[in-house]
């Protein structure tokens, strides 16, 4: 440990890791980018690595470091060396992208990583914290790559034509030059696969899961929190226990259950089903951030006059608006996505969900862009809302957690 503590011993095997993972990402990025062969070269993985790691040690900034990494990887790329290789018939703009990002993101990452590092020896302080600094942005790169490389295969497939698709199936660069062309499979679910039908179902059944969620949750969360009545703890430890039994193991009750009440293949069937499996979610979620609420300012309203009821509408509600937000999006989430019921209690194409709709597409008959165009139409719009109200979510379940 104390020959690693060294500055430069510490750089070199840092920048060799670094560049393993420039060199890895850069070469996957590039190959679905272009649908040309690049893959990491271990040789000038090591050399280009060792530049990288000991430049930042005796260099001022992370701009001359990377200069330097640069006038190296491109060294070692025309001497057939570098730390990606490239295929033939790779375009002059491709390779000089390769060579501009590689050396980028090892100067510009290892100046971040060994800051504060000397080539003499370190302190521990010093040494952890550049460790962990590598640490931190492998797993950016690595997260990232593992949620961005499947949605990207997933629209490139679906823009493609059935033409180049059985030519090359890895190929994901696109042929801006079909224009509007691209869009041929999203135009042709809309208008032949009845996919606008599907997700206006989709949409108005989660909105109303989410609805009668909230109607079952925000009483019985607060009943949980505030009320006292005998088996009030055992009913709040008990309100996931509905989780511990597989959805898998319930489908063949279910399915002889409906079929009998005649709700089988109906919309009504399936907003009865769903908020069953999303109601302890919200119980749970919601009795947390109520035992959190000042529970003085409730019995302010009773003594002004407030009937129990009054003092939920007018004082709890707009005080959890936080917690209601996370509840929501997270059931209407569950309620979008789900599959097995829907794919279980719905037969009639009229009357399907977006998934349901989307698994009809996994046929041998049907062009493999449709189905990946059907899982972008069926991602992206909970994508969109997530993202834009994930501030809301968060802070919903932190205030829910800290305080129950």
Do not use: C
Not at 107 to 118: F, H, N, S
Not at 211 to 238: E, N, Q, W
């Amino acid at each position: 440990m104390t020959a690693i503590r060294q500055g430069h011993v510490t750089g070199a095997l840092l920048g060799v890791l670094w560049m393993a993972v420039v060199a890895v990402t850069v070469a996957v990025a590039m190959s679905f980018a272009t649908g040309a062969g690049f893959r990491p070269g271990l040789i000038g993985i090591l050399v280009a690595g060792l530049v990288s790691g000991l430049a930042p040690l005796y260099l001022p900034n992370r701009w001359a470091v990377s200069g330097l990494t640069f006038v190296v990887v491109a060294a070692l790329s025309f001497a057939g060396a570098g730390p990606v290789q490239i295929g033939s018939g790779v375009s002059a703009l491709s390779v000089l992208i390769s060579l501009l990002v590689t050396a980028l993101s090892a100067g510009i990452g290892m100046g971040a990583i060994l800051k504060g590092v000397t080539p003499g020896p370190l302190t521990r302080h010093v040494f952890e914290a550049a460790v962990i600094r590598f640490l931190t942005g492998f797993g950016y790169i690595f997260f990232t790559a593992i949620v961005i490389i499947p949605f990207y295969v997933m629209v490139m497939t679906s823009l493609k034509s059935q033409q180049a698709l059985l030519q090359n199936p890895l190929d994901f660069s696109l042929d801006l030059g079909r224009g509007v062309d691209l869009f041929r499979s999203y135009i042709e679910l809309f208008r032949d696969f009845n996919f606008g039908t599907y997700l206006w179902t989709s949409f108005y059944v989660s909105v109303l899961t989410v609805i009668i969620t909230l109607a079952f949750s925000i009483p019985g969360a607060y009943a949980v929190a505030r009320l006292r009545f005998r088996g009030a703890k055992a009913f709040s430890r008990g309100i996931l226990l509905i989780y511990m039994v597989p959805m898998i193991v319930l489908a063949l009750p279910i399915y002889i259950g409906f079929s009998m009440a005649g709700l089988r293949n109906t919309i009504f069937g399936i907003v009865i089903i769903y908020p069953v499996t999303t109601i302890p979610v919200g119980l749970y979620m919601l009795q947390g951030y109520f035992r959190g609420l000042p529970a003085e300012v409730e019995e302010a309203g009773l003594m002004d006059g407030l009937s129990r009821l009054a003092v939920i509408w007018k004082i709890t509600l707009p005080l959890a608006l936080p917690a209601l937000a996370s509840v929501s999006l997270y059931v209407f989430m569950i309620a979008w996505n789900e599959f097995l019921l829907a794919f279980m209690l719905l037969d009639d194409p009229s009357k399907f969900t977006l998934t349901r709709g989307v698994t009809m597409l996994n046929s041998s008959e049907i062009p493999r862009q449709h189905l990946m165009a059907g899982a972008v139409i069926a991602t992206l719009p909970i994508m969109v809302i997530f993202l834009g109200l994930e501030r809301f979510m968060t802070k919903g379940l932190t205030a829910g957690s800290v305080k129950g």
